[in-house]
């Protein structure tokens, strides 16, 4: 598999009505009022396209590194420069480090779309800055996996705001020279006993909160939490508490993949959070060996989705953007080069590494369903409780008061 290491080093709002974008036309349909299952309130009303008119010639995009390759990292690892010459769209990249720096730019209306994982999504749809998305306009929707369609990070109250494109769980890894005996609970990252204090790490978000709710979901069934993304006042506290006791045992907090990937090389760290590519790097390196897995408690994780500006300028560009990156071979492409199980069903036929889509469990819907899914809190708790959960607000307020 290509070495993501070669690439770059690394609520609610009101808004003013608005169409997709001139060219691309309307729906008569806007997004209904609030859900009667879940009591979320409607989105600013957006209509979707109703028609895909010729490119405009140009695409300004926020990306994830290693969602948009043009052959300038690696010669031979190249989809936008077909996609230009298929469309006449000229692809101008901009790279988002952090969800909430790809919200900050979307926020700008410079862009026509984003790579949005859960944690930013819903802050991209309630602030009006992504429209709803007509599927029937991207073909290739029709083959993404249905265990990741209309979920509660890529739509509202029925309607798709956006395309699926990887995922993947955030695993636990862990040195084996080091860790014994080998770890099968989240417990080995939270126990202020550990033998690895000082050399455990952890991803540096507030969504990170999202884990150790996971992990009292459990422990702690008194607590009764459903869903590590619904925090009550109780619940939230607690899941605070003990990310607050986990801090003296964190050597570092990771945003940048690579910042992990060194970490554990220099063997400064030995346990803790990582996405499934940073295993790959490390263990490609060759400097030290590292093992991962999913616990015992499960795992949260990350489903990415392609979504269109509410004031996109060059929107029939987009809607061919997103057909073409979860088109099989293009999406098997990405997979392979990023390290996250393709969301296209078709894709598995065209990786490199026919292996691939099995270690990746890429249409294995139980392994699939069992991941919690980065999802935006917010006020109007997501299992249905009501208006009585933490928003993401207080979760990074938290985080902020958690890190010192």
């Known amino acids: 598999m290509k070495q993501i290491s070669r690439l770059l080093a690394a609520t609610a709002a009101s808004v003013v009505v608005a169409l997709v974008a001139a060219g691309c036309g309307s729906s008569d349909t806007s997004t209904p009022s609030a859900s009667s299952s879940t009591g979320r309130p409607a989105p600013p009303t957006l209509t979707a396209a109703t028609a895909v008119g010729a490119g405009e010639g140009e695409l300004n995009i926020v990306v994830w590194a290693g969602y948009a390759e043009n052959g300038s990292t690696d010669p031979a690892v190249d989809w936008v ?25 979307m926020s700008t209306g410079q862009y026509d779309g984003v790579s949005a994982s ?35 990070w890529n739509s509202v109250n029925g ?7 990887g995922w993947g769980a955030n695993v636990l890894a862990y040195n084996p020279a080091v860790v014994t005996p080998a770890p099968t609970s989240w417990g080995a990252v939270f126990d202020p006993a550990s033998p690895y204090a000082g050399k455990i790490t952890a991803y540096d978000s507030p969504i990170y909160i999202a884990d150790a709710a996971l992990y009292l979901s ?34 570092q907090y990771w945003a940048a993949y690579t910042d992990e990937v060194t970490s554990f090389g220099a063997q400064s760290t030995v346990l803790g959070t990582a996405w499934q590519i940073n295993v790959n790097l490390i263990n490609g390196e060759g400097k030290v060996k590292v093992e991962s897995l999913v616990p015992s408690e499960g795992a949260t994780g990350w489903s990415d989705t392609w979504m269109i500006a509410s004031k996109a300028a060059h929107p029939n560009c987009m809607y061919k953007w997103m057909d073409w990156i979860v088109s099989p071979k293009v999406n098997a492409q990405v997979a392979e080069w990023f390290g996250e199980a393709p969301a296209q069903t078709l894709a598995c036929a065209e990786t490199s590494d026919k292996n691939f889509c099995d270690g990746y469990h890429a249409t294995d819907a139980a392994y699939a369903n069992s991941i919690s899914y980065w999802t935006t809190p917010t006020t109007d708790c997501l299992d249905g409780r009501g208006a009585i959960c933490k928003d993401y607000s207080a979760w990074s307020q938290a985080w902020t008061e958690i890190k010192g």
């Open 81 to 105: 420069s077909p996609f230009t010459s298929a469309t006449g769209c000229k692809v101008n990249v901009k790279t988002g480090n952090t969800s909430d720096e790809m919200v900050t730019l």
């Open 118 to 152: 859960g944690d930013a999504s819903l802050r991209l749809i309630y602030g009006g800055d992504v429209a709803p998305v007509n599927t029937d306009l991207v073909p290739n929707y029709k083959t993404v996996s249905d265990f990741l369609k209309l979920k509660e």
């Open 159 to 165: 309607i798709a705001y956006g395309i699926p494109h």
């Open 218 to 251: 459990k422990t702690k069934p008194e607590l009764k939490i459903t869903n590590p993304y619904a925090l009550d006042e109780t619940q939230f506290a607690a899941a605070v508490a003990l990310l607050k006791l986990q801090r003296p045992l964190i050597s």
